[in-house]
């Protein structure tokens, strides 16, 4: 069993673990650092960290006992939805047996007939199955594995656009939009809305972290700047920081340098020293997510590149922005309308048979029968694969660094219904954050955005990965497929090219 920030929700407690009883027969066991919130009466609870986005609406747990009082009987599932729609955070929410996620489900959920856990480590253990981290299929393209399945028998990942009864082991469709988030036509009442709403939710966001430092991830793109920008407009107390590598872009450092120079915000680098026992840190971190994904924040963990932050500021929270795109139609390319296109399963090399083929058919059956309003195919995918598996495998990894916790201030599905109302050829080339930055920071708005060269990467060098890549590509997927996807791609890169010149942002 992982060590660290988990919680399970099964017929018995475990050893060395906080509880709760809950109804029916049912234990919550729960680890240092998750925080745990009841109402009054027991019927709701809270796991992990959660702040409202809405200034004319109450705290998480002002509502849940408002909710409570309402309906001294059945709370209705569309009064809990409804309710946690405007939450920001990473928690997940317990009422009559019903787990509802974070809105990319960034505190995992998993489950199986045993029961509920963030861990599916936990609970394949607890079914008698030996522990086994997985472990991708070689040469491919996405690094992480696609839910709902896992590399366990019978465990299966909550994904954001579903709900679980541990009572009777059912799956729930969740709309993903704000069913309740009314519409602002106007532009500039949207845009005036979203930096109104985001000071008062930073805001709430710092008092539930009292004595914790601030720090804001900030690179050479649109995201983290947007981030940057809502930081600096509701004057809250926070510094940037950049963690540096070999092979990062050039513009990620150079950009956050000029950021932060005209706002006169602190901003830390952390260089990346190579530790005598990072193989070793490594595989702890990969054993504490079970090797659901491999990225980048590894090597941060095994190399302790958090670590100086610590030492400065003692508590510190990491504020990143990994959840921005899901409104971007970043796979368009990679989907019909209806559905998956033809490179899709091939990118996480699913085989026929394989884990992943079955993994993703399930998926998408789940989505045909409960199709969402309001989003795109690939937007859905994103929501659920991208964020849902990939970054919250990311986000469970920081769970194993003291005095350290990672937090995705845009994790809200009621911005998120209001960044889908600015028209897609503006969201597919992030012109809508553009717009967001101008609003609330002006000064970043004549900063350009990143490129994509590594530093000290040459044009021979540059050539050179691009050959690899190719025959990587010809030897995965064959000549046709590998032509209609080069096809695809320059035809993607041209319709993007003259959006930004519609813009007037081609440079």
């Given at each position: 069993?992982?060590?660290?920030?988990?919680?399970?929700?099964?017929?018995?407690?475990?050893?060395?673990?906080?509880?709760?009883?809950?109804?029916?027969?049912?234990?919550?066991?729960?680890?240092?650092?998750?925080?745990?919130?009841?109402?009054?009466?027991?019927?709701?609870?809270?796991?992990?960290?959660a702040w409202q986005f809405l200034p004319e609406r109450g705290?998480?747990?002002?509502?849940?006992?408002?909710?409570?009082?309402?309906?001294?009987?059945?709370?209705?599932?569309?009064?809990?939805?409804?309710?946690?729609?405007?939450?920001?955070?990473?928690?997940?929410?317990?009422?009559?047996?019903?787990?509802?996620?974070?809105?990319?489900?960034?505190?995992?959920?998993?489950?199986?007939?045993?029961?509920?856990?963030?861990?599916?480590?936990?609970?394949?253990?607890?079914?008698?199955?030996?522990?086994?981290?997985?472990?991708?299929?070689?040469?491919?393209?996405?690094?992480?594995?696609?839910?709902?399945?896992?590399?366990?028998?019978?465990?299966?990942?909550?994904?954001?656009?579903q709900l679980y009864c541990y009572t009777t082991g059912e799956?729930?469709?969740?709309?993903?939009?704000?069913?309740?988030?009314?519409?602002?036509?106007?532009?500039?009442?949207?845009?005036?809305?979203?930096?109104?709403?985001?000071?008062?939710?930073?805001?709430?966001?710092?008092?539930?972290?009292?004595?914790?430092?601030?720090?804001?991830?900030?690179?050479?793109?649109?995201?983290?700047?947007?981030?940057?920008?809502?930081?600096?407009?509701?004057?809250?107390?926070?510094?940037?920081?950049?963690?540096?590598?070999?092979?990062?872009?050039?513009?990620?450092?150079?950009?956050?340098?000029?950021?932060?120079?005209?706002?006169?915000?602190?901003?830390?680098?952390?260089?990346?020293?190579?530790?005598?026992?990072?193989?070793?840190?490594?595989?702890?971190?990969?054993?504490?997510?079970?090797?659901?994904?491999?990225?980048?924040?590894?090597?941060?963990?095994?190399?302790?590149?958090?670590?100086?932050?610590?030492?400065?500021?003692?508590?510190?929270?990491?504020?990143?922005?990994?959840?921005?795109?899901?409104?971007?139609?970043?796979?368009?390319?990679?989907?019909?309308?209806?559905?998956?296109?033809?490179?899709?399963?091939?990118?996480?090399?699913?085989?026929?048979?394989?884990?992943?083929?079955?993994?993703?058919?399930?998926?998408?059956?789940?989505?045909?029968?409960?199709?969402?309003?309001?989003?795109?195919?690939?937007?859905?995918?994103?929501?659920?694969?991208?964020?849902?598996?990939?970054?919250?495998?990311?986000?469970?990894?920081?769970?194993?660094?003291?005095?350290?916790?990672?937090?995705?201030?845009?994790?809200?599905?009621?911005?998120?219904?209001?960044?889908?109302?600015?028209?897609?050829?503006?969201?597919?080339?992030?012109?809508?954050?553009?717009?967001?930055?101008?609003?609330?920071?002006?000064?970043?708005?004549?900063?350009?955005?990143?490129?994509?060269?590594?530093?000290?990467?040459?044009?021979?060098?540059?050539?050179?990965?691009?050959?690899?890549?190719?025959?990587?590509?010809?030897?995965?997927?064959?000549?046709?497929?590998?032509?209609?996807?080069?096809?695809?791609?320059?035809?993607?890169?041209?319709?993007?090219?003259?959006?930004?010149?519609?813009?007037?942002?081609?440079?």
């Amino acid at each position: 069993m992982n060590e660290q920030g988990h919680f399970a929700i099964l017929k018995k407690p475990l050893p060395g673990m906080s509880t709760r009883v809950l109804p029916e027969g049912w234990v919550l066991s729960y680890q240092a650092p998750l925080r745990v919130q009841c109402s009054k009466d027991g019927r709701i609870v809270l796991l992990g960290i959660a702040w409202q986005f809405l200034p004319e609406r109450g705290t998480p747990m002002e509502e849940a006992e408002a909710l409570c009082n309402r309906f001294p009987g059945t709370i209705p599932e569309e009064a809990v939805l409804e309710m946690e729609e405007s939450w920001c955070g990473r928690y997940a929410l317990l009422c009559q047996s019903v787990v509802y996620g974070d809105t990319c489900t960034l505190l995992p959920v998993f489950y199986s007939k045993l029961g509920v856990s963030s861990d599916c480590t936990l609970l394949a253990e607890q079914a008698g199955q030996p522990r086994k981290n997985y472990t991708m299929p070689p040469r491919r393209i996405m690094n992480w594995m696609p839910g709902p399945l896992t590399q366990y028998d019978g465990v299966r990942r909550m994904l954001p656009s579903q709900l679980y009864c541990y009572t009777t082991g059912e799956v729930y469709s969740r709309q993903l939009l704000a069913a309740h988030y009314p519409g602002i036509a106007d532009e500039d009442a949207r845009l005036e809305r979203i930096v109104t709403c985001f000071d008062y939710s930073l805001r709430q966001m710092q008092n539930a972290l009292p004595g914790t430092k601030l720090l804001v991830a900030i690179t050479g793109g649109h995201d983290s700047r947007t981030l940057l920008a809502l930081c600096k407009h509701a004057k809250i107390d926070f510094d940037a920081f950049t963690l540096l590598y070999d092979d990062i872009y050039e513009d990620d450092v150079t950009v956050p340098k000029e950021l932060c120079r005209v706002e006169h915000i602190p901003h830390h680098e952390v260089l990346r020293d190579c530790k005598p026992d990072y193989a070793v840190r490594e595989a702890e971190y990969l054993d504490h997510i079970s090797g659901l994904v491999q990225d980048e924040d590894r090597l941060y963990y095994a190399h302790q590149q958090f670590e100086p932050l610590v030492q400065q500021f003692g508590e510190v929270a990491l504020l990143r922005s990994g959840v921005w795109p899901n409104v971007m139609e970043w796979y368009r390319r990679s989907f019909t309308p209806t559905g998956p296109g033809f490179d899709c399963f091939d990118w996480f090399g699913a085989q026929p048979g394989s884990l992943e083929e079955k993994s993703l058919q399930e998926y998408f059956a789940w989505q045909e029968q409960h199709p969402q309003q309001g989003l795109s195919v690939c937007n859905v995918f994103y929501w659920d694969q991208r964020n849902g598996c990939w970054l919250s495998a990311i986000e469970t990894g920081f769970d194993l660094i003291d005095h350290v916790v990672s937090l995705q201030p845009a994790n809200c599905r009621y911005l998120m219904s209001m960044l889908m109302e600015f028209p897609a050829e503006e969201r597919i080339i992030n012109h809508h954050q553009y717009k967001i930055v101008a609003k609330a920071c002006p000064s970043f708005s004549a900063i350009p955005y990143g490129g994509r060269k590594r530093q000290n990467e040459t044009g021979g060098r540059i050539l050179k990965d691009k050959v690899i890549r190719g025959l990587q590509r010809l030897r995965k997927l064959g000549l046709q497929k590998t032509i209609k996807t080069y096809y695809t791609m320059i035809r993607t890169r041209v319709e993007e090219m003259r959006m930004l010149k519609k813009q007037g942002r081609e440079h």
